[in-house]
């Protein structure tokens, strides 16, 4: 592959569009404009505790995850996350202070940035989609209108689910044109809410399991929670499973560095362990009283645990309310943030329509059952494909001035795609998605045939290629850098 | 005219909490902290957007 050079200042309308749209964000944020402690706590806090941990909790039952390794997997998922945060990302957000959209341009080059804003486009549409979905198993109950049951073998929703999934889309895409300022700020204001919420929900149903005080926990937790067995025929999770989905998640806010934009206002690097706030607020407790209230709503006998169903359940109205409103006010502002993506392909566009596009996609998403019911494996597989770039940032800002590389290579030299990044990212990735796919994709089982023992011998889910996949990027991507300048 | 709906909303949020812990020990039944939940709800929504600033980075 060779480098393309930039032949004049206007070489690419799509770039300029690009670079037009960030305009505002391009100069490093002044010392004025930074943030305390308690602004990222806050942020934390209301971010992570959504409405997709209604959805996660149950999916590590239905897993079958034992107590201990559900308890201390997540607990260990959890450091390492908080610790990508605060070692990996918030150091080279008050170092550069730069969005990710001007770091990957300085260091990949606009097209891998286009590339990347035009991907994590798609995956904001897929993550509002499952947010609507989530939304819409609570407003359904009062209608009366059955929710889809994935287990059971509906693959799209009933043709009333679909509507009311259409009239909540149709309304997200309305309020995402008007600006999402005040929706950010109502969620703000239902963190401290949800979060009790998430815990009096989860307690009030562990006596319907047979606790009679806290001593009797994890005794219930063990036998009647997370037991161990998987449920409708799932597969089963194990401690390596819970770390490296309660590592991964985030994995492209973290070690992916897309939160180099928020931290770019922090005053310390330090205030990136505010992110445990987030983290064992949201990603603990939240993700313990969902899975409780999960095993509790099937030990009655009832089948489908959709976030709207365990939410009535185990807090009536009020957790009705939770779900409507943590799908709501999650889906808006990822939608808001999918139009501005996708505003960069469709020049003449007016952003109303842009962003109707993405709510349709949105809305076609939502109707998919299969979407949460394997939400878990979407977001492994999205962590995956972007946290490349996040390691590439990490060693152009720390590594390569340490062993006389360049850093911001493709800035200086007017590179418009960076071929070491393309190269690192694509190979990583697909790699990596080899191992995993040659037990897990029939078409590249059958393909491959009988494999040798030393390939038959990986067996790796997704969850266990965080560690591999960074290292695996970082050394090609310094291999290739290397080759790249030695050339010039 | 602040304090008061801080207090709306604390109790909204004790409200929203302390039920739980009074099913869990079999003091309330599950309908009444339903009820309670509920009465917190709108005490809480009631009253936390007009003295709540959520910080910014804009």
């Given at each position: 592959m060779s480098e393309i050079q930039q032949a004049t200042a206007g070489g690419s309308s799509l770039v300029e569009r690009l670079d037009a749209l960030y305009e505002y964000d391009r100069e490093p944020v002044a010392k004025n404009k930074l943030h305390g402690w308690g602004t990222f706590i806050a942020m934390f806090a209301g971010e992570h505790v959504a409405g997709t941990e209604f959805v996660l909790g149950p999916l590590m039952v239905m897993h079958g995850v034992s107590a201990v390794d559900f308890f201390v997997g997540l607990l260990i998922g959890n450091v390492l996350a908080v610790l990508s945060w605060a070692l990996f990302c918030a150091p080279v957000a008050v170092k550069t202070r730069l969005t990710i959209y001007w770091q990957l341009r300085k260091i990949c080059g606009p097209y891998l940035t286009v590339a990347y804003s035009a991907f994590y486009a798609v995956i904001l549409c897929l993550l509002a989609g499952a947010m609507v979905s989530v939304a819409v198993t609570a407003i359904s109950i009062p209608f009366g209108i059955p929710n889809p049951d994935y287990v059971a073998g509906d693959t799209i929703p009933t043709l009333p689910w679909m509507f009311l999934a259409l009239i909540v889309g149709v309304v997200i895409a309305a309020l995402a044109v008007l600006g999402f300022d005040k929706i950010a700020h109502f969620s703000k204001i239902c963190a401290p809410w949800m979060v009790l919420v998430f815990f009096s929900a989860g307690l009030a149903v562990l006596a319907d399991l047979g606790a009679t005080g806290f001593s009797d926990f994890w005794t219930i937790a063990s036998e009647k929670i997370f037991t161990g067995v998987p449920i409708g025929g799932n597969s089963k999770y194990t401690i390596w499973h819970v770390i490296g989905f309660a590592w991964l998640c985030n994995?492209?806010?973290?070690?992916?560095?897309?939160?180099?934009?928020?931290?770019?206002?922090?005053?310390?690097?330090?205030?990136?362990?505010?992110?445990?706030?987030?983290?064992?607020?949201?990603?603990?407790?939240?993700?313990?009283?969902?899975?409780?209230?999960?095993?509790?709503?099937?030990?009655?006998?009832?089948?489908?645990?959709?976030?709207?169903?365990?939410?009535?359940?185990?807090?009536?109205?009020?957790?009705?309310?939770?779900?409507?409103?943590?799908?709501?006010?999650?889906?808006?502002?990822?939608?808001?943030?999918?139009?501005?993506?996708?505003?960069?392909?469709?020049?003449?566009?007016?952003?109303?329509?842009?962003?109707?596009?993405?709510?349709?996609?949105?809305?076609?998403?939502?109707?998919?059952?299969?979407?949460?019911?394997?939400?878990?494996?979407?977001?492994?597989?999205?962590?995956?494909?972007?946290?490349?770039?996040?390691?590439?940032?990490?060693?152009?800002?720390?590594?390569?001035?340490?062993?006389?590389?360049?850093?911001?290579?493709a800035e200086k030299n007017n590179i418009l795609l960076s071929w070491p990044a393309a190269v690192a990212w694509m190979a990583s990735f697909f790699i990596m998605l080899f191992f995993y796919g040659k037990d897990n994709f029939p078409w590249l089982t059958e393909a491959l045939g009988q494999q040798p023992p030393w390939l038959a011998s990986i067996n790796a889910d997704l969850m266990f290629m965080i560690a591999p996949e960074w290292i695996l990027s970082v050394l090609l991507y310094i291999g290739l850098s290397y080759i790249q300048q030695q050339k010039r | 005219m602040k304090t008061l709906l801080k207090i709306l909303s604390l109790i909204g949020l004790v409200l929203t909490l302390l039920p739980s812990f009074l099913v869990f020990y079999d003091v309330i039944d599950m309908a009444t902290h339903f009820n309670l939940m509920g009465v917190g709800v709108i005490l809480w929504f009631g009253s936390a957007p007009f003295w709540m600033k959520g910080p910014s980075l804009e």
């Open positions: 994995a492209t806010q973290h070690i992916g560095m897309s939160d180099v934009t928020i931290f770019r206002y922090a005053k310390d690097w330090k205030q990136g362990f505010a992110s445990a706030f987030g983290m064992f607020l949201g990603h603990y407790m939240a993700w313990i009283a969902s899975g409780i209230l999960c095993a509790a709503f099937l030990a009655e006998g009832f089948t489908n645990p959709q976030p709207g169903n365990i939410a009535l359940f185990g807090a009536g109205m009020a957790g009705l309310i939770s779900v409507v409103i943590a799908g709501w006010t999650t889906a808006n502002p990822t939608l808001y943030r999918a139009g501005l993506a996708i505003q960069v392909a469709t020049p003449n566009w007016k952003r109303w329509k842009v962003t109707f596009l993405a709510g349709a996609f949105m809305i076609v998403t939502a109707c998919i059952p299969a979407v949460n019911a394997y939400l878990d494996r979407i977001i492994g597989y999205y962590g995956l494909f972007f946290m490349p770039l996040g390691a590439f940032i990490f060693v152009d800002v720390w590594i390569f001035p340490k062993i006389g590389l360049e850093s911001d290579y | -």
